[in-house]
């Protein structure tokens, strides 16, 4: 299976900057596809982007427009998540995933094939 690697995560103050990125080890069919969730302690997880990689059409979940921007590599397998003006309640482990393709539902936790191990990011008021 394709595999994902988060980095970059880690301790701010409010209203500051982190950019985190991922891997994906191979693009298949079912890697068309690729995003963040966040999950705080105790909180479902949350979509914060999607991207279909081969348009690079990017849909950001509603907390984060206007602060968090994605962007992808020279090769398409390396997707980023730029966070600015960052907030506590961004505090979460943020999450990168694989999949096909779900339009409207991309929001959707379960329906994500291929999950990154995640990367904590803590913002301190």
């Known amino acids: 299976d394709p595999e994902l690697v988060e980095s970059g995560g880690g301790s701010v103050e409010a209203g500051g900057s982190l950019k985190l990125s991922c891997v994906l080890s191979?693009?298949?069919?079912?890697?068309?596809?690729m995003g963040w969730f966040r999950q705080a302690p105790g909180k479902e997880r949350e979509g914060v982007a999607n991207?279909?990689?081969?348009?690079?059409?990017?849909t950001y979940g509603d907390a984060v427009k206007g602060r968090f921007i994605v962007s992808q590599g020279e090769k398409k397998n390396t997707l980023y998540l730029q966070m600015n003006s960052l907030q506590p309640e961004d505090t979460a482990t943020y999450y990168c995933?694989?999949?096909?393709?779900?339009?409207?539902?991309?929001?959707?936790?379960?329906?994500?094939?291929?999950w990154g191990h995640g990367t904590q990011v803590a913002v301190s008021s």
């Open positions: 995933v694989a999949s096909p393709c779900y339009g409207s539902r991309w929001h959707e936790p379960d329906l994500f094939r291929y």
């Open positions: 991207t279909y990689i081969h348009l690079g059409q990017t």
């Open positions: 191979a693009f298949t069919s079912m890697t068309d596809c």
